[in-house]
Protein backbone atom coordinates (compact mmCIF):
# COMPACT_ATOMS: atom_id res chain seq x y z
CA UNK A 1 0.00 0.00 0.00
CA UNK A 2 0.92 3.86 -0.65
CA UNK A 3 2.16 5.28 2.28
CA UNK A 4 2.99 8.87 2.41
CA UNK A 5 4.87 10.41 5.63
CA UNK A 6 5.02 14.07 6.25
CA UNK A 7 6.56 16.40 8.14
CA UNK A 8 7.61 19.74 8.83
CA UNK A 9 4.80 21.11 11.10
CA UNK A 10 4.91 23.60 13.85
CA UNK A 11 4.45 27.01 15.42
CA UNK A 12 6.00 30.79 13.77
CA UNK A 13 5.65 33.88 14.32
CA UNK A 14 3.64 36.17 11.57
CA UNK A 15 6.17 36.26 8.47
CA UNK A 16 8.21 33.33 9.20
CA UNK A 17 9.14 30.46 6.67
CA UNK A 18 8.41 26.54 6.85
CA UNK A 19 9.31 23.69 4.88
CA UNK A 20 6.57 20.57 4.48
CA UNK A 21 7.92 17.23 3.32
CA UNK A 22 6.20 14.08 2.09
CA UNK A 23 7.88 11.23 1.64
CA UNK A 24 6.21 8.41 -0.92
CA UNK A 25 6.82 4.58 -0.80
CA UNK A 26 4.72 1.82 -1.76
CA UNK A 27 3.64 2.86 -5.51
CA UNK A 28 4.13 3.77 -9.02
CA UNK A 29 4.77 7.66 -9.20
CA UNK A 30 5.18 8.28 -13.31
CA UNK A 31 1.69 9.16 -13.66
CA UNK A 32 0.99 10.53 -10.29
CA UNK A 33 0.35 13.94 -9.50
CA UNK A 34 0.59 15.13 -5.63
CA UNK A 35 -0.96 17.09 -3.86
CA UNK A 36 -1.08 19.63 -0.43
CA UNK A 37 -4.19 20.57 0.88
CA UNK A 38 -5.40 22.39 4.14
CA UNK A 39 -7.91 22.56 6.95
CA UNK A 40 -8.57 25.33 9.21
CA UNK A 41 -11.24 25.33 11.96
CA UNK A 42 -14.68 25.97 10.53
CA UNK A 43 -13.28 26.02 6.93
CA UNK A 44 -14.23 23.49 3.93
CA UNK A 45 -10.73 21.41 3.08
CA UNK A 46 -9.47 23.63 0.05
CA UNK A 47 -6.53 22.88 -2.29
CA UNK A 48 -2.86 24.22 -1.68
CA UNK A 49 -0.91 23.18 -4.58
CA UNK A 50 -0.34 20.09 -6.54
CA UNK A 51 2.60 18.93 -8.88
CA UNK A 52 2.45 16.61 -11.70
CA UNK A 53 5.46 14.07 -10.91
CA UNK A 54 6.61 13.26 -13.92
CA UNK A 55 7.58 16.72 -15.38
CA UNK A 56 7.10 19.14 -12.18
CA UNK A 57 4.26 21.29 -13.29
CA UNK A 58 2.77 22.82 -10.70
CA UNK A 59 -1.16 24.62 -9.62
CA UNK A 60 -1.68 26.64 -6.72
CA UNK A 61 -4.46 28.32 -5.21
CA UNK A 62 -4.55 32.37 -5.96
CA UNK A 63 -4.19 32.83 -1.61
CA UNK A 64 -0.51 31.05 -1.72
CA UNK A 65 0.74 31.96 -5.23
CA UNK A 66 3.80 34.09 -4.79
CA UNK A 67 4.23 33.21 -1.56
CA UNK A 68 4.26 28.93 -1.37
CA UNK A 69 6.50 26.84 -3.65
CA UNK A 70 5.83 22.92 -4.56
CA UNK A 71 8.27 20.92 -5.67
CA UNK A 72 9.66 17.19 -5.62
CA UNK A 73 12.54 15.39 -5.48
CA UNK A 74 12.75 12.53 -7.89
CA UNK A 75 15.45 10.82 -6.25
CA UNK A 76 14.21 10.67 -2.64
CA UNK A 77 10.55 10.33 -3.80
CA UNK A 78 9.68 13.50 -1.50
CA UNK A 79 7.23 16.24 -2.49
CA UNK A 80 7.89 19.77 -0.58
CA UNK A 81 5.78 22.72 0.47
CA UNK A 82 7.92 25.82 0.57
CA UNK A 83 5.87 28.20 2.90
CA UNK A 84 7.67 31.85 2.95
CA UNK A 85 6.04 35.28 4.37
CA UNK A 86 3.33 33.34 6.65
CA UNK A 87 0.04 34.75 7.52
CA UNK A 88 -2.06 34.03 10.24
CA UNK A 89 -4.55 32.87 8.04
CA UNK A 90 -2.28 29.99 6.77
CA UNK A 91 -3.12 27.94 10.07
CA UNK A 92 -4.39 25.15 9.04
CA UNK A 93 -3.62 21.13 9.20
CA UNK A 94 -1.80 20.73 5.78
CA UNK A 95 -2.44 17.47 4.33
CA UNK A 96 -0.18 15.60 1.88
CA UNK A 97 -1.91 13.55 -0.41
CA UNK A 98 -1.56 10.91 -3.54
CA UNK A 99 -3.52 10.91 -7.18
CA UNK A 100 -1.76 7.78 -8.61
CA UNK A 101 -3.56 7.65 -11.33
CA UNK A 102 -3.75 11.20 -12.36
CA UNK A 103 -6.95 11.45 -12.90
CA UNK A 104 -8.38 14.23 -10.65
CA UNK A 105 -8.69 11.69 -7.50
CA UNK A 106 -6.90 11.68 -4.47
CA UNK A 107 -6.65 8.38 -3.06
CA UNK A 108 -4.24 8.16 -0.32
CA UNK A 109 -3.74 10.51 2.01
CA UNK A 110 -1.03 11.52 5.10
CA UNK A 111 -1.78 11.78 8.32
CA UNK A 112 -2.07 15.54 8.80
CA UNK A 113 0.53 18.10 10.18
CA UNK A 114 0.25 21.14 11.94
CA UNK A 115 1.20 24.63 11.09
CA UNK A 116 0.10 27.22 13.32
CA UNK A 117 1.44 31.42 12.97
CA UNK A 118 1.00 33.53 15.74
CA UNK A 119 0.16 37.10 14.87
Known amino acids: QVQLVESGGGLVQAGASLRLSCAVSGGTLSRTHMGWFRQAPGSERESVARIAWFDGSTYYTMSVKGRFTISRSVAKSTVYLQMNSLKPEDTAIYYC????????????WGQGTQVTVSS
Open 97 to 108: AADLRGDGTYEY
